[in-house]
């Protein structure tokens, strides 16, 4: 199908675009070295995606003055010295045709580190703490000024366009908001007055690198905080965006400790934010961008053939799949490998001041190093033992290298942990990963024997050269007093996920790992009520961003999590319950669900090395752990051998 309203050409002001496929600024927080120069390692990342066709690329972050700089390893762009990396960055970029653009940047009171200044004297919602200091007015008169030299600075180095990053909290969003901003003098009160830094900023921009340097402006629909900005200020403030020369409006959406967050999660529908660009494309004549958990490329291209947005930014899509342009365009779609949603490698690493990477593309930032998987020296027999994401994973690379690989699975379904992992309300993205793998598999010829039994005579009929054991991991049972004679029903998270027991009405769940969150949630659904025995943290493997919306739909459920908590002793229908704020009865449960972890299933690997076969412990069969380090060791081994 091809994709003809993606796929046709735009003009935003003077500039000419390819596609109205946008990649969104994205701050990886790698590639840019210790003293801020832009590396290698940026411009193969990005280049990478220019030459797959997207139309437009912004870079993300650029930091017009060092108060604002947001992560450690931002693009700068508050000094002269920094252009001539920066020029390299899009000369690689530009080879390809693509449109490069770089965001400009002011971190506010969401900065990371400790000289923040905001409009007023008032903490970030969430993730940074502190409060800033407030602006002084002239302070703020030089911020104009600083804008406008970091985009001088952007064009002598070659971008084709700048965007104003004045949404998701940071500093031009902090004057838009009521909540942020309470000055008294002609930056604060009023609309005009909030808007008139943002203004400003276009105005001075304009100015100084001449009316026809194309110019877009990403701002905020809604910040879905209480007292933040709102669509009806965002509307009305299009025309007059556009009256000051912006060439484009870029409308995304929340702040730091909004819900939903900028960067939602796959508890989020896809295209979240739309109706905001929706909103504003009615009051303005300029293109609109919109943006927000859009994974499809069709529906990218619907979204432009009904008039809702003129260009789509597809950010974590560009992230996952560096070859997203030209798949959509050759009609591939059935290779696209899918975002899922989960956030663990790329926001949640970058806010922990990591390098951005990605559960389904471990190879995200380490393009320079890796290139493309090298042909094995000599090609080997490989039998991959387990179906789950890691099994496939690494099947996939020894596949891609020429290996000669097969897959066997005890089980009727490949998929491993996920097929379950997929089943609790919003999971079902998880399968997607799975449904990736196994189209590749099939695309490179990979055969993959279900209900397999794994023993020496199939180790005689298939004669690999090495093993690869990636069996997964089973529910660990607790020692504890009492439990089987507790009259509570037992079973594990995978008995309940899998249908297998289906619990009464009031159940306890012991344990507080995401296995265990989403099992409550799962269990929550048809009137059930649900008790969370935990620890420290509840669901701390996941993502901020995927954790909030989780803990805000079991609140909505009413599942009640106990923190700190044991079980001191079993009474009929009865547990007695140590927790954080002391010790409680639990009246009238008629299921316990353990939740306790997990445990390596790597049987097989013993056989193996008897046998005198190189074996491999890969994923949960080495130890049990998330995707996001599974999926990466799939990766490494699927190279290394
Ligand atoms: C790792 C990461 C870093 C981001 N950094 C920025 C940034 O520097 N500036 C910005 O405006 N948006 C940033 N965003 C938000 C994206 O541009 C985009 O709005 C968001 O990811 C939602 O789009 P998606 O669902 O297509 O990923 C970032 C997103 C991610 C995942």
Same mark, same amino acid.
């Given at each position: 199908m091809p994709l003809n309203h993606l796929f046709a050409p735009i003009r935003l002001g003077r500039m000419e675009v390819r596609n109205r496929l946008v990649m969104p600024p994205m701050s990886v927080n790698f590639g840019v070295d210790e003293q801020g120069f832009v590396t290698e390692q940026h411009w193969v990342y990005l280049a990478l995606r220019a030459k797959a066709g997207t139309g437009m690329i912004v870079m993300g972050g650029g930091t017009v003055h060092p108060d604002g700089l947001?992560? %450690?390893r931002m693009p700068r762009v508050?000094?002269?010295?920094y252009i001539p990396g920066l020029s390299r960055l899009t000369a690689e970029v530009k080879r390809y045709g693509a449109r490069i653009g770089l965001q400009l940047l002011h971190g506010g009171r969401q900065a990371f580190h400790e000289r923040r200044v905001a409009p007023s004297p008032l903490p970030s919602l969430a993730v940074v703490k502190g409060v800033p200091r407030e602006l002084a007015n002239g302070e703020i008169k030089e911020l104009v000024v600083a804008h406008a030299e970091a985009a001088r600075r952007a064009r002598d180095a070659g971008f084709d366009f700048v965007e104003i990053h004045a949404a998701h909290g940071y500093l031009i969003s902090e004057f838009l908001a009521p909540n942020a901003n309470r000055r008294n003098?002609?930056?604060?009160?009023s609309f005009e007055n909030r808007t008139r830094f943002l203004l400003e900023i276009v105005s001075a921009i304009k100015e100084r690198c001449g009316r026809d340097y194309p110019l877009g402006v990403r701002y905020n629909g809604e910040d879905y905080v209480a007292e933040g900005w709102h669509l009806d200020e965002a509307v009305r403030l299009g025309p007059l965006l556009q009256a000051a020369g912006a060439d484009w409006l870029h409308v995304s959406a929340g702040v730091y400790g909004s819900l939903p967050v900028t960067i939602p999660s796959m508890y989020q529908s896809f295209g979240c934010f739309v109706h905001l660009a929706e909103a504003v494309k009615r009051a303005v004549s300029v293109p609109v961008i919109a943006v927000g958990r859009i994974k499809d490329p069709v529906m990218a291209d619907r979204l432009i053939a009904e008039g809702r947005a003129d260009l789509v930014a597809m950010g974590r899509a560009h992230l996952v799949d560096p070859e997203l342009a030209a798949k959509a365009a050759q009609g591939r779609l059935n290779e696209l490998r899918p975002c899922i949603g989960c956030c663990r490698g790329c926001i949640q690493n970058v806010l922990a001041m990591s390098e951005a990477t990605c559960v389904?593309? %471990?190879e995200l930032g380490r393009e320079y190093r890796l290139g493309q998987p090298r042909p094995a020296a000599r090609p080997k027999r490989i039998l991959v033992v387990g179906a789950g994401p890691a099994g496939l994973a690494c099947t996939r690379l020894l596949a891609l290298r020429g290996h000669r690989v097969i897959v066997v699975e005890e089980?009727?379904? %490949?998929g491993g942990a996920l097929v379950l992992a997929s089943r609790p309300p919003g999971r079902a993205e998880l399968l997607e990963m799975v449904e990736y793998q196994l189209a590749e598999l099939q695309r490179l010829g990979v055969e993959i024997r279900l209900h397999a039994v794994v023993d020496e005579s199939l180790v005689h009929e298939l004669k690999p050269d090495v093993a690869v054991v990636a069996s997964g991991a089973n529910p660990r049972m607790p020692q504890l007093e009492g439990l089987f004679e507790s009259g509570l029903e037992l079973s594990t998270v995978l008995d309940v996920l899998s249908g297998e027991v289906i619990p009464g009405a009031r159940v306890v769940v012991l344990g507080s790992d995401q296995a265990a969150m989403v099992t409550a949630d799962f269990l929550a659904q048809g009137q059930r009520q649900v008790a969370v025995l935990g620890g420290d943290h509840f669901a701390s493997e996941l993502a901020p961003n995927d954790r909030t919306s989780l803990r805000q739909r079991l609140a909505a459920a009413g599942v009640k999590l106990y923190k700190r908590a044991s079980i001191r002793k079993f009474r009929a229908g009865e547990l007695v319950i140590d927790h954080q704020k002391g010790q409680e009865l639990l009246i009238g449960f008629s299921d316990l669900v353990i939740a306790e972890g997990f445990r390596s299933e790597r049987g097989t690997v013993d056989m193996f090395r008897k046998l005198g076969l190189e074996a491999h412990l890969l994923g949960d069969a080495k130890s049990p752990r998330t995707l996001l380090e599974t999926t990466a060791e799939a990766d490494e081994l699927g190279r290394a051998l």
């Open positions: 947001d992560l %450690p508050w000094d002269d010295c003098d002609e930056y604060g009160g389904m593309n %471990p089980r009727a379904r %490949p």
